[in-house]
Nanobody, 122 residues
Framework: QVQLVESGGGSVQAGGSLRLSCAASGRTFSSYAMGWFRQAPGKEREFVAA????????YYVDSVKGRFTISRDNAKNTVYLQMNSLKPEDTAVYYC???????????????WGQGTQVTVSS
C-alpha cells in the first residue's frame, strides 16, 4: 500500500514558477514509477510527466516539454514537478500517482494522491 500526499500548489501569474511535491509512504517507493497528471475544469484528467523507477527515464506531454521537470528523491520518498514559464492553460488540479510502469496510461498507476490546485493568471 502506498499513500501519496501532494503539496506546493497555489496561485501564480503567467511566466512564474511552482514546484509541486508528492510525499509517499511505504518502504517500496523506489520500486514504483511515478507520474503527474492534471485535470482542468470541465476536462478529462491528462498525463503531464512520469519518471521510471529503474533508470530515472522521464516522459512528458508535448505541451510541457522544456518547461516542466519531473524528478525523484528515493531517500526522501518524494517526487517533484518543477514548473517554469507557467501559462494560464496550465491551471488545473495536479495529481501524483504511483505504479509499476511509467508512461502516460492512467490505468498503469495503482495509487493516487488527492491533488493540489495550480492556478495561473494572465
Amino acid at each position: 500500500q502506498v499513500q501519496l500526499v501532494e503539496s506546493g500548489g497555489g496561485s501564480v501569474q503567467a511566466g512564474g514558477s511552482l514546484r509541486l511535491s508528492c510525499a509517499a509512504s511505504g518502504r517500496t517507493f523506489s520500486s514504483y514509477a511515478m507520474g503527474w497528471f492534471r485535470q482542468a475544469p470541465g476536462k478529462e484528467r491528462e498525463f503531464v510527466a512520469a519518471i521510471s523507477w529503474s533508470d530515472g527515464s522521464t516522459y512528458y506531454v508535448d505541451s510541457v516539454k522544456g518547461r516542466f521537470t519531473i524528478s525523484r528523491d528515493n531517500a526522501k520518498n518524494t517526487v517533484y514537478l518543477q514548473m517554469n514559464s507557467l501559462k494560464p492553460e496550465d491551471t488545473a488540479v495536479y495529481y501524483c500517482a504511483a505504479g509499476r510502469y511509467s508512461g502516460s496510461y492512467q490505468g498503469a498507476y495503482k495509487y493516487w494522491g488527492q491533488g493540489t490546485q495550480v492556478t495561473v493568471s494572465s
